[in-house]
């Protein structure tokens, strides 16, 4: 007879393979991702005198955003788990997040997340190519 009700571990193991989890700095854990919220770009400094900025300058700060395409900072939430705000460096080409850090936490440096590309092969230069596999090394 077939049980009626999978394991849940099974299930766990399924959401871990099928859904991008995000680890939440203040829960030291990493969550499915609807448990969180994309709150927008990090690192966003409010003027300390509105009232003396412009309108086309307060319409910057309120709407314009960078939106790179590589590597962002954006602020996030953990809506249903600990509820609070935190920070994460994300690809926004492959969805990856890179690191998160607390709020208030200094950004972190990029160059460590950067992938240099391979080295560039010359004209006449051959690749150097992975052996394959099993395959035995050229005695010199
Ligand atoms: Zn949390």
């Keep these: ?10 299930d766990i193991q399924e959401t871990r ?7 939440c700095p203040y829960c030291d854990e990493e969550r499915p991702e609807l448990e969180f919220r994309n709150a927008g770009e990090a690192h966003l ?3 300390s005198s509105i009232v003396e900025q412009s309108d086309d300058d307060f319409a910057a700060f309120l709407y314009f955003r960078q939106n790179p395409k590589g590597l962002q900072f954006e602020r996030w ?10 920070n994460a460096v994300r690809d926004s080409v492959s969805d990856k997040f890179l690191t998160v850090y607390k709020a208030g936490e200094p950004r972190p440096n990029v160059e460590q997340f950067v992938v240099q ?5 010359e004209p006449g230069e051959e690749p150097q190519a992975k052996p394959a596999r099993g395959a035995k090394k050229a005695e010199v």
């Design 45 to 47: 400094v409010r003027s």
């Design 17 to 23: 393979q099928t859904m991008l989890l995000i680890k």
């Design 1 to 10: 007879m077939k049980p009626l009700l999978r394991p849940l571990r099974t």
């Design 117 to 121: 590309p391979a080295a560039p092969v």
């Design 77 to 86: 939430r953990h809506i249903h788990g600990c509820g609070r705000f935190f």
